[in-house]
């Protein structure tokens, strides 16, 4: 057992999801107390880690069903869960919207999160039939998690002021997770 075996489940590749698990947990915990800049970079963090499991996987061998359905978990937690937490809270900061409406914003990003938990789980079950072609079907959640960023920006920079818009917005990015939109692989 070690870390290049790929039947230890602590292995290089699962140890770099666990990272990112890590940082996506950590970064919730800082949204929650306010503190978006550090919570950001955890976010960027989760991200390179996310890129660079599937590097160590490949290049040793590494890929296991257990890394696959790892790696989904890591995703949903720091794409999907962790960025909504952030525009959320970023949005609910802003003092502009009401109880009601803060309830209405607050529904839209738990569509937000089932939306993205049930792309990835119709990935894997594509990957386990190996019906996987040369692009997504549907954006895949780390671009969602992007498009989320790109509205706390919008938001958070007074482009788009109005928190009713960026809701719009994000029940938007949640249809196109489980779009037929083919988004090809990079």
């Known amino acids: 057992?070690?870390?290049?075996?790929?039947?230890?489940?602590?292995?290089?590749?699962?140890?770099?999801?666990?990272?990112?698990i890590a940082s996506g947990?950590?970064?919730i915990y800082f949204i929650v107390e306010g503190n978006f800049f550090v919570a950001i970079i955890l976010a960027w963090i989760?991200?390179?880690?996310?890129?660079?499991?599937?590097?160590?996987?490949?290049?040793y061998h590494l890929s296991t069903e257990f890394g696959v359905q790892l790696d989904s978990f890591a995703d949903f937690l720091s794409f999907v869960v962790m960025p909504s937490f952030l525009l959320f809270y970023a949005?609910?900061?802003?003092?502009?919207m009401s109880l009601v409406g803060e309830?209405?914003?607050?529904?839209?990003?738990?569509?937000?999160?089932?939306?993205?938990?049930?792309?990835?789980?119709?990935?894997?079950?594509?990957?386990?039939?190996?019906?996987?072609?040369?692009?997504?079907?549907g954006v895949p959640t780390p671009l969602g998690a992007i498009l989320l960023w790109i509205l706390y920006l919008l938001?958070?920079?007074?482009?788009?002021?109005?928190?009713?818009?960026?809701a719009v917005?994000?029940?938007?990015?949640?249809?196109?997770?489980?779009?037929?939109?083919?988004?090809?692989?990079?």
Do not use: C, T
């Open 1 to 20: 057992m070690g870390l290049f075996d790929k039947n230890d489940r602590f292995n290089a590749a699962n140890i770099i999801s666990f990272g990112n």
């Open 25 to 27: 947990v950590m970064a």
């Open 46 to 59: 989760a991200g390179g880690l996310d890129i660079a499991d599937g590097k160590v996987a490949r290049k």
């Open 91 to 96: 949005l609910r900061g802003s003092g502009d």
């Open 103 to 137: 309830a209405i914003v607050g529904a839209i990003f738990i569509f937000y999160i089932i939306s993205g938990l049930r792309r990835l789980i119709e990935f894997n079950l594509k990957v386990d039939a190996g019906e996987v072609a040369k692009y997504f079907e």
């Open 155 to 166: 938001f958070s920079y007074s482009i788009v002021p109005n928190p009713y818009i960026i």
């Open 169 to 186: 917005l994000v029940v938007a990015i949640a249809w196109a997770l489980n779009s037929k939109l083919k988004i090809p692989h990079p």
